[in-house]
């Protein structure tokens, strides 16, 4: 990618997080930021000097606070605090979440405002634009301090300890010789830079942003496929319309409902029962008429999501911190994660709800009592066919799966460090569920992509709208078959997937329709 992320000038951008930890954009650190270093430094080496004590720089961490460290000795303490703190277990997180972690503690450390020196942060730098990432386990981090296992697991390779993923992208193998082969010289740690290296929540606001650029594609996609459902079970579109949705004026809830409209503009299944004549029914279900609803609560927890992301990637995290203007360096308890693990709490349940409905919505095109003359399941020869029953089946345990998710991990404090960090964020957690429901979430809303879509062949000859005729046509060439006798049904529920992730299912239905909301 030829895109570069210049940290020191501009405000780094939810975009910048994505191009780095996805796109491997490469990253550079300014003038300024250089400057800023090389101040900060200047602060922490005078009170390193200094015979009064200043905690992390010449005494020990946490609940070890209250001991003096000899200067010959803060080398070595430095070295045991990321070697200590590096014990996590379980899976190797995804790569990519590393990377936003790193690009994130390597902004807050091109403030200055860490005391780090300028060689930590050009390493660090230097390990993203390799294409290094460090191999970090799953579980360690309470969220606070911040994300302490996970970040000294990326410190202790800047170290040359400790391990990155293989080139297999699966395995952990030493980081020494892979430096090495790159041509990276390890880092000794100075006073303070232990601290700084890993007291942040960049972990936890990684995800965060990460789950947003997703949930932003997935919105657009649950609103293409709750038009098309409406489409084939012959429902109506009038309850989408702006007049009614102004005078409840939640902002997610009238751009669902407008995009509803576009997508359905047109459509010749939904001219065939128009009032008065031909339609019999008073009211829609509430899964097809509360569709705007739902997905609007979405949106806008979402918006809030966005809200803390954004004031958290604006911040500076660490503890202690310098503070540049007067040359202190000051206690803190800015690194609780407790603004970014609520968020992330909501957005799984957010992602459980939105799951929920389209799966009812499925739900009813399958059950010949409610789908309005469609044939039992979708199935070719009902009795000989099973048509998409197990797909459903598939679904509701995925949305069981999102229910279970959407617990929140926030409440679930749990005292370490000898009661010194007796109330935790558990941010971390929260960030790790959230990725699996939005996983979840986009694996339910493909499956009831593959209904509607065989549901509106099979209203046939009827036609349907030139929105949902795109969507089903991106889903053909994506692979998922359309009507017929029972075949495999697994990789096509795949297909779908792969083709709602790269996005080419919202762009096939833009293209039709104009930019949806």
Not at 81 to 98: C, D
Not at 104 to 129: D, F, I, Q, S, W
Not at 160 to 166: A, D, I, L, M, S
Request: charged share 20%; aromatic share 2%; proline share 6%.
């Amino acid at each position: 990618m030829s895109q570069t992320v210049v940290l020191g000038e501009a405000d780094l951008t939810f975009g910048d997080v994505v191009a780095v930890a996805r796109g491997g954009a490469r990253v550079e650190l300014s003038a300024t930021a250089l400057k800023a270093l090389a101040e900060g430094r200047a602060v922490v080496e005078r009170l390193a000097a200094a015979p009064t004590p200043a905690y992390g720089i010449s005494t020990g961490f946490g609940a070890l606070a209250t001991r003096h460290i000899d200067p010959e000795m803060r080398a070595q303490l430095q070295r045991s605090l990321i070697r200590s703190h590096a014990a996590g277990m379980g899976p190797l997180v995804e790569p990519e979440v590393i990377r936003a972690l790193t690009l994130m503690r390597l902004k807050t450390l091109a403030t200055g405002h860490t005391g780090v020196r300028p060689v930590v942060a050009e390493t660090m730098a230097a390990l993203l634009n390799s294409g290094i990432t460090p191999a970090v386990r799953e579980f360690g981090s309470l969220g606070c301090s911040g994300d302490l296992a996970p970040l000294s697991h990326v410190a202790l390779v800047l170290m040359g300890e400790g391990e990155v993923v293989g080139a297999d992208g699966v395995s952990a193998v030493p980081a020494g010789p892979v430096l090495a082969e790159h041509g990276i010289e390890p880092v000794e740690l100075a006073p303070k830079e232990g601290l700084a290296l890993i007291n942040g929540t960049d972990g936890m606001l990684g995800m965060l942003i990460l789950a947003l650029g997703d949930l932003t594609e997935l919105v657009k996609t649950a609103d293409i496929s709750a038009a098309m459902s409406v489409e084939a079970l012959l429902g109506t579109d009038k309850v989408f319309r702006a007049e009614l949705h102004a005078i409840r004026p939640h902002p997610g809830q009238a751009a669902s409902a407008a995009n509803l409209l576009k997508v359905l503009d047109g459509s010749p299944i939904m001219e065939s029962h128009r009032e008065p004549n031909e339609c019999t029914r008073v009211q829609d279900a509430y899964s097809l008429r509360c569709a705007p609803q739902v997905a609007g609560a979405t949106r806008d927890t979402m918006a809030h999501a966005a809200t803390v992301a954004e004031r958290e990637l604006a911040s500076i995290i660490d503890n202690p911190v310098v503070l540049l203007a007067d040359g202190r360096v000051e206690s803190n308890g800015n690194f609780h994660g407790a603004p970014v693990a609520l968020v992330l709490d909501f957005l799984a349940i957010a992602a459980a709800d939105l799951g929920s409905i389209a799966e009812r919505r499925t739900d009813r095109m399958l059950d010949v009592a409610r789908s309005h003359g469609l044939p039992p399941f979708l199935a070719d020869d009902p009795g000989v066919d099973s048509g998409l029953m197990i797909a459903q089946y598939t679904q509701a345990a995925l949305v069981s799966e999102n229910k279970r998710l959407a617990v929140p991990a926030s409440v679930d404090s749990i005292p370490s460090s000898a009661m010194q960090e007796d109330h935790v964020s558990m941010g971390w957690s929260a960030a790790r569920k959230l990725r699996t429901a939005v996983d979840n979430l986009r694996r339910i809303l493909s499956v009831e992509l593959v209904a509607a879509a065989r549901a509106l062949e099979l209203r046939a000859p009827l036609k349907p709208a030139a929105g949902t005729a795109a969507a089903v046509r991106a889903l053909r060439d994506a692979g998922v078959g359309g009507p017929g006798p029972d075949r495999f049904l697994s990789p096509e529920l795949r297909a779908a997937e792969d083709a709602v992730k790269s996005g080419a299912v919202v762009a096939a239905v833009e293209t039709a329709v104009g930019p949806l909301n």
